[in-house]
């Protein structure tokens, strides 16, 4: 069963730093696309960075370009997310999401994954 597990989110003041942890577990494609999303109440998930895993190639949206950096171990199946700099607007539902189509780019993202796992917190105080 695939399942995937962030963790990492809390309380930080803005400038700060978190780094967010996405486990994948009963994740067998070598090359597969590994992404972070977030959202906030009442609007829509929006991804923000995604992986993949079998070149190492990312991709940013450019409200986080810049300041998040997302990379991979794939021996240890763990997807990173490091957040400097950050801003109150970061605060939101952080989720990793995965999917076997290995696409991560400006042309295929943001785009639905087929598997998400339960988010983690994230909040900014100004």
């Known amino acids: 069963e695939v399942q995937l597990q962030a963790s990492g989110g809390g309380l930080v003041q803005a400038g700060g730093s978190l780094r967010l942890s996405c486990a994948l577990s009963?994740?067998?494609?070598?090359?597969?696309?590994v992404g972070w999303f977030r959202q906030v109440p009442g609007k829509e998930r929006e991804g923000i960075a995604c992986?993949?895993?079998?070149?190492?190639?990312?991709f940013y949206v450019d409200s986080v370009k810049g300041r998040f950096t997302i990379s991979g171990d794939n021996a240890r199946k763990m997807v990173y997310l490091q957040m400097d700099s950050l801003k109150p607007e970061d605060t939101a539902v952080y989720y990793c999401?995965?999917?076997?189509?290995?696409?991560?780019?400006?042309?295929?993202?943001?785009?639905?994954?087929?598997?998400y796992g339960q988010g983690t917190q994230v909040t900014v105080s100004s």
């Open positions: 992986t993949r895993t079998g070149d190492g190639s990312v």
């Open positions: 999401g995965g999917d076997p189509l290995p696409w991560c780019g400006s042309a295929v993202f943001p785009r639905e994954y087929d598997y």
């Open positions: 009963g994740w067998f494609w070598d090359d597969s696309a």
